[in-house]
């Protein structure tokens, strides 16, 4: 079985402001695809550029709005790909990641991408329901 | 009992390991899910690279991959989760124009970004489908 996760906020509806062919989340086979979270505006979708940490900080507040709305939660994140846009950035990434996720960290690879409309950070994860 | 993993028959001309000579198994298997190796536009007769638009190669690799997930049993609406990778990002809506022709209602969550590609290609797609 597929189930779309709907947008727990209107703002989180990335394919209603942006148009990308998306569903927010998908819950199959015990776990929850998660499309690429974007640093955007919960509320409004308006994009929230800034610094990598900021940008950060607001992906992991969506991620955490979409999760628990799914019944799942950032501590039942399985794995984490996290694209940023240099990998000089790296260190920077790792001092926010580690608020959100201190215990028992999931799977995790980090690379180097352009990102679309020039964020610095996106993540893509998979979590448990 | 089935077993836990399992390499799935694909179509021949796809079969990377064939076409290419690389390790690599265009499905597999694994618990409820299938997981399709990322694709590049390949003519599916010749097993040929096709160099095309962003958009001409999406169409390409969209057509195969639906012929390989029903080759698998699977098909298009059962997919959970794509990756797009793009030569750049600006030519995501030319994909995403495209891309939303194949995808049923409700779409499968994704990912998009933009990476260097081998061989020149402009698209390559992977995706995770329920079996």
């Known amino acids: 079985m597929r189930e779309v996760i709907a947008a727990p906020l209107p703002g989180l509806d990335l394919r209603q402001h942006y148009g990308h062919h998306q569903s927010p989340a998908i819950r199959a086979g015990g776990l929850i695809f998660c499309s690429g979270m974007l640093p955007v505006d919960p509320e409004t979708g308006e994009r929230r550029h800034g610094t990598l940490t900021s940008e950060a900080h607001v992906i992991f507040g969506n991620l955490k709005l979409l999760l628990e709305s799914a019944g799942s939660s950032l501590d039942r994140l399985v794995q984490v790909h996290a694209l940023i846009y240099d990998s000089i950035e790296y260190d920077v990434l790792n001092r926010v990641y580690r608020q959100y996720v201190a215990n028992g960290p999931p799977a995790r690879t980090v690379w180097t991408a352009q990102i679309e409309a020039g964020f610095k950070v996106q993540l893509d994860v998979i979590a448990a329901t | ?131």
């Open chain 2, 1 to 131: 009992m089935t077993p836990r993993r399992e390499i799935v028959a694909s179509v021949r001309a796809l079969d990377a390991g064939s076409s290419f000579g690389r390790s690599v198994s265009m499905v597999v298997r694994g618990g409820d899910f299938l997981f399709v190796s990322s694709l590049a536009a390949v003519d599916p007769h010749s097993g040929e690279h096709v160099r095309g638009t962003t958009a001409s190669e999406t169409r390409q690799i969209l057509t195969n991959l639906e012929h390989l997930l029903e080759a698998a049993g699977s098909s298009l609406d059962k997919v959970v989760k794509v990756n797009v990778l793009l030569h750049t990002m600006l030519e995501a809506p030319n994909m995403n124009e495209v891309y939303a022709r194949f995808f049923p209602e409700p779409p499968p969550a994704r990912t998009v970004c933009g990476a260097r590609l081998p061989d020149g290609a402009k698209v390559i797609i992977e995706c995770t489908a329920l079996a």
